[in-house]
T-cell receptor, first 115, second 112 residues
Framework: AQKITQTQPGMFVQEKEAVTLDCTYD???????LFWYKQPSSGEMIFLIY??????QNATEGRYSLNFQKARKSANLVISASQLGDSAMYFC????????????FGQGTRLTINP | DAGITQSPRYKITETGRQVTLMCHQT?????MFWYRQDLGHGLRLIYY???????DKGEVPDGYVVSRSKTENFPLTLESATRSQTSVYFC???????????FGPGTRLTVL
């Protein structure tokens, strides 16, 4: 079975600082994808970034990067130069790349950016 | 409107009543999913569907029923609502070659 663990229930960061949100995963699959979603207070789920298990380079999308360490089974999200609008709930998730395509989510980390 | 929509957005019901949450997508994505979000649990999969007339259970299916007679619709029914089913429900869809699942806006359900 797949499992995602996010050990930081909440984080507080000063504006313009970089922040790392931790995510570890457990799976016996060889082919899988790792995702980060953002959920602002308005409630919608916003896709941020994706990393495939066979991708050799870490994924980047603008200010977001995914620090993928396969041997350690970690997929940390790094947000550079944080902004007030980054305050939200962040979820790490995993999906098998074969079969049911269902996502397994972590419990989330609530990030608060202080001015 | 293009995309994935859910209705109603908010619903209050009483214990024992039947409730149906609607999900509609305009993209003709093959896969559709229902998740529930509760504090401390993140999102958990209730049911999913790989295509019309093909559905399967997820992690927390008890008390829920789904159907998918058309590709674009995936309703979720609570046959006899319980207080433990008070939650926010998200519908999502996916198809290749996309990586991410696309989420609807969510339905906040309160069972009194």
């Amino acid at each position: 079975a797949q499992k995602i663990t996010q050990t930081q229930p909440g984080m507080f960061v000063q504006e313009k600082e970089a922040v790392t949100l931790d995510c570890t995963y457990d799976t016996s699959d060889q082919s899988y994808g790792l995702f980060w979603y953002k959920q602002p207070s308005s409630g919608e789920m916003i896709f941020l970034i994706y990393q495939g298990s066979y991708d050799e380079q870490n994924a980047t999308e603008g200010r977001y990067s995914l620090n993928f360490q396969k041997a350690r089974k970690s997929a940390n999200l790094v947000i550079s130069a944080s902004q007030l609008g980054d305050s939200a709930m962040y979820f790490c998730a995993m999906r098998q790349l074969q079969g049911a395509q269902k996502l397994v989510f972590g419990q989330g980390t609530r990030l608060t950016i202080n001015p | 409107d293009a995309g994935i929509t859910q209705s109603p957005r908010y619903k209050i019901t009483e214990t024992g009543r039947q409730v149906t949450l609607m999900c509609h997508q305009t993209w003709s994505h093959s896969y559709m999913f229902w998740y529930r979000q509760d504090l401390g649990h993140g999102l958990r999969l209730i049911y999913y569907s790989a295509a019309a007339d093909i559905t399967d259970k997820g992690e927390v299916p008890d008390g829920y029923v789904v159907s998918r007679s058309k590709t674009e619709n995936f309703p979720l029914t609570l046959e006899s609502a319980t207080r433990s089913q008070t939650s926010v429900y998200f519908c999502a869809s996916w198809t290749a070659p996309y990586n991410e699942q696309f989420f609807g806006p969510g339905t906040r359900l309160t069972v009194l």
